[in-house]
């Protein structure tokens, strides 16, 4: 199957300062990519919808300025927490998949555990 | 988005079928039906989908209610490694790929 990446697998940052996720599609173009958020023990959260040069769609409650997304090609989408606080603390996953595959399936990447002091 | 309701947990014995099920009573006629699995600290992994006719894979099987109320996913010999979160979605034909996950079935799996 595809492969997606995500960089770092893990961050520990201050609180109050901004962190860079990255997320990469290997081996297919990606003309959308999905943002999640897990807390432990919980489910995934869809945070927003990524398409490649547009801006992302937010899900209600996601705050914009918070969560900036870029999604620059069609093979890397970003999600950079700016002013991180302990509550960010989460695993972020994020997801992508091909139009060509008719979204019959959502590639996941490993995952990034962000902790934030 | 239409909701889909799953046991929080279940158990199975190594090598015996585990079945799974999903309720899905709100499912529009559009409706897809998708199964994802997370293991523990990484991300969701694609099982099998389906929309109205039964559907095998090397993974497993799914198995639709005629009425597309309900479904069962059918792991044919669990193993240790199928140990985790199973997640059954409702993907809407138009809403370009989007999941919503619910709360997923949790699958241990005894020696």
């Known amino acids: 199957g595809a492969v997606v990446s995500q960089h770092p697998s893990w961050v520990i940052c201050k609180s109050g300062t901004s962190v860079k996720i990255e997320c990469r599609s290997l081996d297919f173009q990606a003309t959308t990519m999905f943002w999640y958020r897990q807390f432990p023990k919980q489910s995934l959260m869809l945070m927003a919808t990524s398409n490649e040069g547009s801006k992302a769609t937010y899900e209600q409650g996601v705050e914009k300025d918070k969560f900036l997304i870029n999604h620059a090609s069609l093979t890397l989408s970003t999600l950079t927490v700016t002013s991180a606080h302990p509550e960010d603390s989460s695993f972020y996953i994020c997801?992508?998949?091909?139009?060509?595959?008719?979204?019959?399936?959502?590639?996941f990447g490993p995952g990034t555990r962000l902790t934030v002091l | 988005d239409a909701k889909t309701t799953q046991p929080n947990s279940m158990e199975s014995n190594e090598e015996e079928p585990v079945h799974l099920p999903c309720n899905h009573s709100t499912i529009s006629g559009t409706d897809y039906i998708h199964w994802y699995r997370q293991l523990p600290s990484q991300g969701p992994e694609y099982v099998i989908h389906g929309l109205t006719s039964n559907v095998n894979n090397r993974m497993a099987s799914l198995a639709i209610a005629e009425d597309r109320k309900s479904s069962t996913l059918i792991l044919h010999r669990a193993t240790l490694r199928d140990a985790a979160v199973y997640y059954c979605i409702l993907r809407g034909y138009n809403q370009g790929g989007k999941l919503i996950f619910g709360q997923g079935t949790e699958l241990s799996v005894k020696p």
């Open positions: 997801s992508a998949i091909s139009e060509l595959a008719n979204y019959n399936e959502q590639f």
